[in-house]
């Protein structure tokens, strides 16, 4: 009798179960099939890195995370030389610590990482917290190619409010406007029906400058030009390291938990900028105090490459930098040499360094590196610039505006004032004379375009 109840009772468990089980098998299979349809990812990085992440045969030893600094600036192939082991760049666009954590957490599952350097810029640590998120572009660059897992759901449930939700889990949902646009469709067909995308091969296009490498590293080979150099709206206002995001600190906090527990070496390390993006800021060296200090009470390092000595990188070389932000391909193997070298022990620590990014400006000549901006204010009718410098005293500026439509017009008559504003839209020349105030009689002009 006993046997027969439980003969009952299995069959009515699997009665209940096995539509369950059909249900989630056909949502699973129609998700899939419209994804394939209306998801255009052939141009997806993270989806390269990730696959290459689960088929390395070979174990991954070293591992380089972070947002697009760390995929744009070290090269896996180049790394592997100096430390004499398998490294992987898992860096993706705008990528949060909550990623980081998870994508850390999806490559120990393959493999025996055995140490991780993780980048911590300043313009991530400054995003909303995860439920304040509007904009999820960066949360679904990484989730979309995470394998199934509880892992997976966690982080997309945590990664904001739960308006969110659909768009998380239904990725056509994303996309449900090309549902009907059969031309889109055709040509999205026809490029995931090559070899390439069935390979997860990168495509090259005619006058493609930026592509995928491999092991997570995106090449660059463009090159800033002067005009785009001296004209720096990533260099306008003081990092606010009291905005700080407190999902970022806690995940940070997670992060260094799980590697403790896991007997993993962390290291965090900031990758170079533009000079005249961190001059601009005016407070660099308060965020690496911040971070410093956070190294410090959880007894792990943090390496600042911006504040490297020209002889080993040069920050105010615009042919490493593609933008205010990345590294090109020239950079990025320039810096990876440096950063290899360094934690290789062929570099040492006073040698490469400066103490503090002040120093390092301290130590050249004075001089006006371009302009910050435009920033947008209360004010439709005038946009906000700032004169960016390598002192933040003891130069005075004469700022006078040339416009092509309307007369010479001074703005300001040599004050130690940085900021001025311009009529929105308006086009012309900028004059900027400067003298340093021990110096009065010798002055330095310089033009820039607006």
Known sequence: MRFRGYVKMKKRILKKVIPILCIIVLYIATTEVLRYLIVDDT????????????????????????????????????????????????????????????????????????????EVSYDIALLEDNQD?????STYIVSDYLRPSFGKVKYLLQASSSEHYINSFILARRNWEKLFDYEYMEDLWKKKNTENYRNYQWTYE??????YVERGFVANDSEMQEEDFRWNSKGYDRIKVEDISSDWIRYL????????ENKISLT???????????AGKENYDEYCAFIQE?????????????????????????????????????????????FSGFFTGQIEREKLFWNTYEEKLGQR???????????????PDQVLFKIISNR???????????????????????EENKDFALPAGEEGVLEITWKMAEQPAEEHNLEFIY
């Not at 005619?206 to 592509?211: C, F, G, I, V």
């Open 392 to 414: 933040k005293a003891g130069m005075a500026y004469r700022i006078a505006a040339v416009p092509q439509e309307g007369e010479y017009r001074l703005i300001q008559d040599f």
């Open 294 to 338: 956070i190294a410090g009470e959880a007894h792990i390092d943090y390496f600042d490459f911006n504040l490297c000595k020209d002889e080993y990188f040069d920050s105010t070389d615009r042919t490493f930098f593609i933008d205010a932000a990345h590294l090109n391909t020239k950079g990025a193997r320039k810096f990876t040499e440096v």
């Open 43 to 118: 141009k997806s990085y993270t989806r390269l890195m990730l696959h290459d992440m689960y088929t390395e045969e070979s174990n991954i030893d070293v591992l380089f995370v972070g947002a697009s600094l760390v995929y744009r600036s070290l090269v896996p192939e180049i790394a592997d030389q100096y430390f004499g082991t398998s490294t992987f760049n898992m860096g993706s666009s705008s990528q949060g610590m909550d990623a980081s954590l998870v994508l850390i957490k999806e490559a120990m599952k393959y493999h025996d990482i055995k140490h991780i350097y993780l």
């Open 253 to 260: 906090g997670k992060i260094i938990d799980f590697c403790h």
């Open 365 to 379: 000549e004075a001089m006006v590196y371009g302009i910050a901006g435009p920033a947008d204010n209360d004010d």
């Open 206 to 211: 005619e006058d493609d400058l930026e592509y």
């Open 133 to 137: 998120r509007t904009q999820m572009t």
């Open 268 to 278: 965090l390390f900031s990758a170079p900028r533009p000079e005249i993006t961190l």
